[in-house]
């Protein structure tokens, strides 16, 4: 027989509730935040990327350069005055094509590399060293241009390509 | 043959059919694929692919007669033949890759120059490497794919290092040009 004394009834909670707190725990632990969790927070903040930079300035300054020590080759007369004057020519071309190039998007960045190439870079004695010298110069510009080339815009690029394909026969040339 | 912009218009153009054979395609392979083909290209790079591969094609065909009239010179001109066989059929390739039909050779082509000599033979060969520079610099500058670009400028590389090859077998001064591929630059 029953005693009279009505049983409490049970608290309902709304099935939805119920989901809505298991999904939020559960996004909880696979975020890694454990909500009961006393040890304090890192907050890791991603440092912003320095700008890109403009491949132009670097392959101008490897040109000049590169032109500086043509020129004091060419200076000595002679057998390297003789294989070495057309590839200064080239390479007088190439630096103002840059340069003209730089100065079309970049005018500010153009004037700080306008001023002409001048001083005496040193060069060996002999006129084999010399030569060598200037192919690994071909050498080295030939992969500072050909990796710029997949970085640059289109038009920039088939400026750049066709200067490496220029300083490869540059290499040809002095074997 | 009429080359679609971006690039510069050869000079060796197709000539009407039945002019002659073409050279039966060879199985020496000089130049490995240096990238792997892109499965898609636009129409502006897909319209330099064609050019380029245009260009290897008369360059294939053209070189057997630099060969015939130069015998002093028909073993670079075969190896240079055979190289423009290996870029031919991996730019045929990277266009199928791409879903792009490649165009077929022509079975003979219009000289620029009547070839009577080793003379003409070597001018007919220096007109094949410039007209091959400027068609892979029309690749390289009708892309943003940074692969493909690579791929371009090793053509126009190779064409310009043969360039100067021929200017040095011909005693043409100077043996460079500044901007390979560029009208105008030869």
């Given at each position: 027989?029953?005693d009279?004394?009505?049983?409490p ?6 099935r939805?509730?119920v989901?809505i707190?298991a999904?939020?725990?559960a ?5 890694g935040?454990?909500?009961?969790s ?6 890791t903040v991603?440092a912003?990327?320095p700008?890109?930079v ?8 490897t040109t000049?350069l ?6 004091s080759a ?16 080239d390479?007088?071309?190439?630096l103002?094509a ?6 079309r ?5 153009a ?8 001083g ?22 030939q992969?500072?241009?050909?990796d710029a080339?997949?970085?640059v815009?289109?038009y920039?690029?088939r400026l750049?390509a ?9 290499r040809?040339v002095l074997? | 043959?009429?080359?679609?912009s971006?690039?510069p218009?050869?000079q060796?153009?197709e000539?009407?059919?039945?002019a002659?054979g073409s050279p039966?395609?060879?199985a020496?392979a ?14 502006t790079a ?13 360059a ?5 007669l ?5 015998p002093?010179?028909a073993?670079?001109a075969?190896d240079?033949?055979d190289?423009?066989?290996?870029r031919r059929?991996?730019?045929?390739e990277?266009?199928?890759?791409a879903k792009?039909k490649?165009?077929a050779?022509?079975p ?10 080793a003379?003409?033979?070597r001018?007919?060969?220096?007109t094949i490497?410039?007209?091959n520079?400027a068609a892979?610099?029309?690749?390289v ?6 692969a ?7 053509g126009?590389t190779?064409?310009a290092v ?8 011909a ?11 560029q009208?105008?630059?030869?």
């Open positions: 027989m029953m009279g004394v009505s049983q009834s049970p608290i309902r909670v709304p939805r509730a989901l707190g999904g939020s725990a996004a909880l632990v696979t975020a935040c454990n909500p009961f006393t040890t304090k927070t890192t907050r991603t912003t990327a700008p890109p403009d491949p132009m300035t670097n392959l101008i300054a000049q590169h032109l500086l020590r043509i020129e060419v200076a000595r007369g002679g057998t390297l005055a003789k294989t070495l004057t057309p590839l200064r020519d390479r007088r071309k190439h103002d840059l340069r003209k190039e730089l100065a998007t970049s005018p500010d960045a004037a700080a590399t306008s001023a002409p190439a001048t005496t870079v040193p060069i060996p004695t002999e006129t084999a060293s010399v030569l060598a010298v200037i192919r690994d110069d071909a050498g080295n510009a992969v500072q241009f050909t080339t997949s970085t815009s289109r920039r690029a750049l066709s200067i490496a394909g220029c300083l490869a026969t540059h040809t074997g | 043959m009429t080359a679609p971006p690039t218009s050869p060796l153009s000539s009407s059919p039945a002659s039966a395609p060879s020496v000089t130049l490995a694929p240096t990238t792997a083909p892109a499965t898609s290209l636009d129409k897909a319209a330099a692919m064609q050019v380029a591969l245009a260009s290897e094609n008369s294939v065909w053209a070189y057997s630099v060969a015939a009239f130069d002093d010179n073993d670079t075969s240079m033949r190289a423009h066989m290996v059929d991996d730019a045929s990277r266009l199928t890759v792009v490649p165009n050779a022509a003979a082509y219009k000289l620029p120059k009547p070839v009577t000599d003379k003409s033979a001018a007919l060969a220096m490497e410039s007209d520079a892979w610099l029309g690749v500058g009708s892309t943003d794919d940074s493909l670009r690579s791929y371009a400028l090793a126009l190779d064409a043969r360039l100067t090859t021929w200017k040095k077998i005693k043409v001064n100077p043996l460079t040009v500044p901007f390979p591929g009208q105008g630059s030869d």
